[in-house]
């Protein structure tokens, strides 16, 4: 289990490819971060080629924290962005390697 | 484990149908999509012939996100439209099969 | 595992009755329903003969939903009542038969 | 498993002592309770001689009740206590009997 | 499996570090504490050389306390720190030591 958290800033979207020694990623927590806007920012999730979903929005002066608990384990990309003025921090952990994928077996 | 996610417009409701390959429903999440309007969206949802019933209400500039933990395996349909001059988005994930249900048994 | 949900109206107690069938009750969500009154409305548990415990309290307008993370595997009478001129719409789900408990063995 | 839950006035601390019976108490979620004030209510924790805790704390017609995801399973003495004019009720459950102490031993 | 819990006050960070006997740490609740400004205060988060996060941001007077659902197993220093004129009380638990490394064996 690993510590996971990154900032996504406007216009820089961040792409998480799932990675067999880290394991599955749990999104845990979304956090506003820096900009001066009163306007709403919202986290969209792409995987693949399905249509772009809203995990959360947060309102400056209002709600600046959420939680979530949300898991990914898929093989394609998934792709986080914000919509809005503000950056976004997320965190969360990777439960790491499964136990039936250690290397005793010869799984490819 | 698969994401899953969905946008509900008004007039629109949205069918779930348990697909044994994909496994359970955990619904982890709503958020407010679009729509102008300061009135509340409310999800609601409705399992074959029980009464309709409200999970979660959000409130335009106030509360716009909220998380849910409730998870779904019924085979009957369930059915999640929004009542309400939003749309919402709605996400989680399926567990995926069941490892007493995967092919090696006689399961009928 | 099967979704379970219901509509509180003031004045109209909710019993839940522990049934091994449908095994422990996980309540997940509570939110608000019709009304149009501005003033709080409260979920109170019973459990059997201790006092009353409030669940949660929600606002019209300003809090309408929230999560709740409660299980219920009482022998004796669990009644949900709503306090305040709103109804409130809690839902969940049951977990479902416990593995040993499921007629192959001769358990009293 | 069993409901736990108590109202916590100001001034009346609750002490909670670790039942082997019951086992691993959750603590799942806090509401206000009475009290005409609009100050806020704080929940805090006391674990032995470790500095006092904060666990949450609720605001009248704002934020009146909140989730909870903590976990008892000390042997020493936990005080909870509330700071402000208004009672808060705490509800959660507990785990009962560990599997491990389930009578193979030569438990009283 | 044992309660945790801290103050971090502005300009005092909280190094956590790992330790075998305790186990994994949940951090589950962060609740404003002392202070009297209405300004936000955000807790940060420091793993190893890797760009500080924030896990969530508070606001006097409208949302004193939110979850968390955070787990750190990590050998790195983990540091916690306030940004903000407000301390902040964390609190969770430890998961205790792991099955599998009690001593039994001959693990390295």
């Known amino acids: 289990m690993a510590f996971w958290g990154i900032e996504i800033k406007p216009g820089e979207p961040y792409v998480h490819q799932y990675d067999d020694e880290k394991g599955r990623l749990h999104l845990s927590q979304a ?59 997320l965190s969360g952990f990777f439960y790491g390697e499964e136990p039936n994928s250690d290397g005793d077996d010869y799984e490819s």
Chains 1, 2, 3, 4, 5 share one sequence.
Do not use: Q, W
Request: hydrophobic share 30%.
């Open 31 to 89: 956090t506003l971060g820096s900009g001066k806007s009163k306007e709403k920012a919202v986290v969209v999730c792409n995987v693949s080629d399905k249509k772009p979903i809203y995990l959360c929005s947060l309102l400056p002066r209002k709600m600046e924290t959420c939680s979530l608990n949300i898991e990914f384990e898929e093989y394609d990309e998934v792709t986080f962005s914000v919509e809005g003025p503000h950056s976004i921090h």
